[in-house]
């Protein structure tokens, strides 16, 4: 059992990561999510999590296993934490693409540029069109 959350924790972990390097909001905005889900899992893991334990010690109990309540603590702030920097992302990605006019994490310098590669002529080559100085043809 522990090989199978060892390998989920991997797997969300590092398809987080490659979302997170990917050139458009959206995807790095599901792979910070993914990276948060695998914090999540890490820290119940390591919790060793008891089921059917109470979380409070109860010195009338015939058993003495309990739950330590302090990774559920953790992970519930960390739950928390992870849904206000996915809002506050996808807010921060909207107001990037209305700004900006595309969704490129580059921004504004990705923007010009495709915004030139867009205005140049297909059919000329690209050292062609600024053969035309505004000095020559005021003379």
Known sequence: MEW???LAIGVLTATGVYLTLRARTFPVVM???LLAYAVNVFLFTMGRLTIGAPAIIDKTAASMQYSDPL???LVLTAIVIAFGMTAFLIVLALKARGELGNDH???LILA?????EQLRPTDAPPSAQGSHSPKKEAN
């Open 31 to 33: 792979g910070l999510t």
């Open 71 to 73: 990774p559920q603590a």
């Open 105 to 107: 994490v580059d921004g």
């Open 112 to 116: 010009r540029e495709e915004q030139a």
């Open 4 to 6: 199978l959350v060892s």
